[in-house]
């Protein structure tokens, strides 16, 4: 079986984010960007996929910075082929680009189950995994947490509100979005990537000319206004206990 | 042609309306008022019309087959996509949820139609505002000139908005073929049972990504006892296997609407404000100045919580005692 | 005239049989060793043959004079009499032999005549009586008082505490058959022979007159007869040294020779080129195989260990008597991960290195517990916070996954601005370390440090956001390739820097930039603030004005003390700031681990944990009484402190502080 885990890199959260002067988009000086956690979920799941039964797996994801890395991690991991999309890193922030783009290197690798991420923090016109699925003819499920292999067919586990989970028989191929894997992504140490480094190879494949039809037109980014910001309560740990016993007693909750 | 109608992809799980419906019923409105044209609710469903009653619609198109009584995303695929492409409104809403997602992203690459997701609101003139970025950023886009997808996410309106007294008109709309589907429900697993049900709970002490590890979780355990609460907890916390799937609270989880909601390291990303947003009081502490639960929350602070909690669990016990 | 009549009563087969039997012995005892050696040399090489006079010495000290055993007084009296007991009559033995086969058979000479035989019965007699105190006292001990480092654990399987206990019990009966059958021996020959010196064998005359009843020839059968006996127990003793508990008669010294003359603060790097740790017991080096053949089980280590008493899954000395066994169980299949020895066990440690501290002969449990959590990183066997926390510090280059540019939030209030001391040379480096930066508590304290400095005049400067965390635990957890990137961005800055001397806040910092980077090109003194200031005090550069008249207590942190032996320089300040310095009773080189250490404080606890390291620290201090507070030197220090002085309920009655708050008050 040829699985597909495919990821992308969005902005760090941990840094602050700031707004550039065009006020429509995110200052890039600033930006570290790390793999969509999400994704990271992708792989994990396309790992242990292949662990369970002998899949060959292939990492895909656009250049950018940190994308190598990403790419090696896969491979201590336990992936078998690297591919990198090179082309404009600015063009990735449009999901529908992306898709299509990578919809053609698919093609040819002729996948029986692609991976990713269910969504991004930064989607702004829809996910990768679904346009991907339609863009190949194959049926998509997002919001799984568990993906096992069954006559030729996966049986997910599709996660609804309130821990309801529903099972999902899905033929093959097919394109699953993954909200969190089996298990959490395995660390790797920092030597098994080095390693990795030295003996794995990335293929670098440009990317098509980039559509961007579909996607959303930005007018202006801001930051949530702070006027539904709640009341800060400073002070000493002392005094903040005081005044939170005194709004739980206002609220009648004592 | 294209028409100014505003279409609401109802969510509806085994018999259930999803509270997200009403409020995309409620945004469908305000986005209306700003086109001209009508909210037209979307019901995909088996013996499912009589959902149809509350919803403030001005007409409801049902569609009805015995392989849309459950969601799957291949049947709701099929079934919008003939639907859209012959009505052409000026824009659907789906739910940003796992229903919702699955079938417009598809849709957008099937039918050539442009797609924004997570919108919150609508401006005055009808531009989606959405929150990207876990919440820290918001971006407001043009509506294109096309029929437009939108997926919704809670925050901009409430449910109460989208429900009306009186029922709309409900017009049948012919399914299409939806043999050789693709992707078919086996089963549902139910959540893990005997546990407290937090959604009817008064007071909840959340505990998130800063609580940093399981013991740590005792801490919110005794201030939910001394207050007289439960406790429940974010995404990344379940995942790790902290707490139990049922004391899940956002997007995957349950939604909750108690008195008091204490949000202990709790960043207060888009996913699980949805769970909570609607609470009475919101009280977060974090140490992050920049964490975007403090633009939800009622009363907030940065005091390092592993000094706050147990001292506030102290003073509570203090006073109770009295 | 007194002489030596050696082989009184003994018919010449038996002095023939005696000589056979001893070829036979030294046969077996040869064959035993060489076994034992042989095993060793499966493991790893690895350089030990440096510092000869050094290592001589050592063995003088700890092996012959055995300071470290007579550390603990009943067991060290019971020892070395033993010891010394055994070593006079094997002296005994070997002069009896010499003066009869060699100089009386060959020269027709001996020096065993006289008063020096005489001297030589009485010394002898002494030294027996010492040899049975001590093992009156050992079998007391071990069967009559029971210390719970003596008893198996019970999770051994019962075939291997049976296996420890026979082995042991083997010890006591024969060195006691052996000195009772000598004795004996020595009464029956008194008894038959009566000498005119026999006074001078106290022992062997007044048991002498037992046998005056029985006369001869019933006393020279019976004679005979405990000779055979003595002379047999003595020669399968001898032989059995190599493959029972009593070849640490060997093993310690040589174990003792062998020990790492490195600080006790650089840690033997992953040895292969892929750094992947122990896996199997053949991938230890044969100085830690050695570690493990030459443990007696004293367990002092097992006193020591702050997660044994914490009540989690680690023993060290159950970790090394463990490993010993696996090194002999061909046939079980046990593998060394998962079936002798648990991953729980390997990270319930925290470094602290009490262990191997007190270690009579230098057993080495860190060095072998790193190198086997080496193999589980490797495998991705870590707790979900941890591996958080790895993938924190290798992505931002610190332990709470922050932004590199929020490592000088805490400077902000600071009215002078402190140098950047990649723009500008300096005296003194001030490397802050992650707590001291990070950690909301501290970061009032870290600007009490920087105003101290300022007050004293102190040209310093920080590396801003370009320092990273220095990888002391990052290395105890056994992620090397971590640690070593960590080093290498460290490394790189510095080197750009313009500054004559290290100063850290950190134990942690303070330990791998002491005595681990110097072998990655940091040849600069490193000094931790605490002797900086013993220094500007005692310059009287810093001035105290105000006196504190706090009664204190101190603890010492691991990393300060144990690890670099800094025990006088924080007291010095507590001293000259006006406290008075009560000590716990665990204090220097004894201090108990406040349990953060080795990376323990970015793991989940472990459920079996009963009583937290830090709570049983504080509740020590606490029960001191009059003291007020409790002073570290160590930023996880604090924070551990201060967290368990809240779950045990002393609030109010201890205060947990860090030096330098004491320092900035008295300024």
New interface residues.
Partial sequence: MNVVALFKLVPDLVEELEIDQSGTALNTDFLRLIINELDDHAIEQAILLKERSGARMTVIGSDAEGADDVLYTAVAKGADQLIKLMGDPNAVINNHAMARATAIVLKELQPDLILTGVQAHNDLDGSIGPLVAEYLGMPYVGYVSGVNVQNGRIVVRKEYPGGLIAEMEVDLPAVVGIQSAEQPPRYVTVNKVRQAMKTAAIEERPLPALDVSGGAAIRRMFKPESATRAKMIEGSTEEVTARLLDIFKEIGAL | MMNQDIYVVIEH?RGKT?DISYLMLAGARALAQATGGEVIAVLLGHNAQSLANNMAADKVLYVEHPALA?????AYQRTLAGLIAGKEPRAVLFAS??IG??A???L???L???????CQSFSADG??I?????????????L?DTTT?L?MTPGGYKPEEGQSGKAPDVIKVEAPSLDNL???????????AGDVDI?KEP?IVSVGRGI????NIEIAEELARA??GVVAASRPVV???WMS??R?VG?????VKP??YLALGISG?PEHVE?MGES?????IN?DT?A?I???????????L???V???TE??RE??KV | MPFRETFWNIPHWAEIGQYILGLLTILVFAYGVFRRVKRWRMGQPEKRFDQIGKRLWSVLVDAFGQARTAQDAYAGIMHLTIFWGMVALFIGTALATVDWDVTHLFFGFQFLINGAYILYELILDIFGVLLLVGLGMAVYRRYFIRPPRLQPATAWQNALAQNVDRDDAYALVMLTLITLSGYFVEGLRIAVSKPEWSPWSPVGNALASWFIVTGDPTNRTLHLTLWTIHILVAFILIASIPFTKLFHILAAPLNIFFRSMQPAGTLIPARNDDQVGVKEWRDFTWKQLLDFEACVRCGRCQDACPAFASGASLSPRNFIISLKTHLWDTSSGHRLHGDVISSKELWACTSCRACVQVCPIFVDHLASIVDMRRYLVNEGEIDALLQKTLANLGRYGNSFGQSERLRVKWTQPIQAVIKDARKEAVEYLWFVGDYASYHVMFSDITRKTAQVFQKADLDFGILYDAERNTGNDVRRVGEEGLYESLVEKNAAVMSKCKYNTIVTTDPHTYNTLKNEYPANGNNHPVLHYTELLDQLIAAGKLQINKKLNYKVTYHDPCYLGRYNGIYDAPRRIIRALGCELTEMPRHGDRAFCCGAGGGKIWMEEQPEVKERPAESRVREAAGIPGVSTLVTTCPKDLVMFCDAVKTAGLEGKILVKDLIELVDEAM
């Fill in positions: 799980l999803a459950e969601f799957t995303s291949d949820s796992s997602t699955d417009a992203s598809v957008s690459a099937r050539k139609l442009p797609l924004i997701s997570s531009r989606p959405c929150q990207i970025c876990g919440g820290k950023i918001m971006a407001e886009s043009d294109p997808l997926t693709r992707v078919t429900l086996k089963q549902y697993i139910e959540p893990e959604s007071i940093q590890n399981q013991d207050l007289g995942d790790q296997g799937t049922s899940l997007k995957s989880g349950k939604k008195k008091i990303a769970g009475e009081v919101i009280i977060a140490t920049n975007p403090f633009n939800v929350a009622k009363y907030g602070t940065t005091v390092d592993f000094d706050l147990p001292a506030l003073k509570l006073v109770k």
